[in-house]
């Protein structure tokens, strides 16, 4: 997908890391990339556990933010106020999954006995209700926010986004 501004740009590529990393989680709970649950010793499983809470606590949280705080305000300003409502809507049960899922992530890697069944469920959870988040706002958000603002407001955003 072609985008214009530096913005939408930067919110699709995070779209596709995110869809990626999906692939791989629905991949390892359902035990087509190795045994699920992992045998104990398993060096994979702490380096990918890992990788998922990062996820869930940096790229997520922030990426959620931004959206909310400078994005659907612009939305709904343009007359779009339906499709910023549906899309905080999904922010709020997508979080509703992910934590959860990040305190068990969070307790097998301090060495606790996990939940195998309670975190793969969490797990597919999640990775479905991100992936279809995502993709909505790649095919309807997206387009909309690359013709919304002008270009001095997208170096604004981008910069302050990008600067963290
Ligand atoms: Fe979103
Ligand atoms: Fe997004």
Redesign the pocket.
């Known amino acids: 997908m072609e985008f214009q501004l530096q913005t939408s740009r930067r919110l699709y590529e995070e779209h596709a890391a995110t869809l990626e990393l999906l692939n791989r989680v629905e991949r390892v709970f359902t035990g087509r990339a190795g045994v699920y649950p992992p045998p104990e010793g398993d060096s994979a499983w702490p380096a990918f556990a890992r990788g998922l809470l990062g996820a869930i606590d940096v790229e997520v949280a922030r990426?959620?933010e931004f959206?909310e705080r400078d994005v659907f305000p612009r939305l709904e300003q343009a007359g779009d106020g339906d499709l910023a409502g549906l899309?905080i809507e999904?922010?709020a049960t997508i979080r509703a999954v992910a934590q959860p899922l990040a305190e068990l992530l969070r307790n097998a890697l301090a060495g606790g006995a996990p939940d195998w069944q309670a975190m793969k469920v969490l797990a597919l959870e999640f990775s479905e209700r991100l992936g279809s988040?995502?993709q909505k706002?790649d095919g309807a958000?997206l387009p909309v926010l690359d013709s919304l603002l002008d270009e001095e407001t997208d170096r604004a955003l981008f910069g302050a986004y990008a600067a963290g």
Do not use: G, N
């Open positions: 990426h959620f959206e899309l999904e922010h988040h995502a706002e958000l």
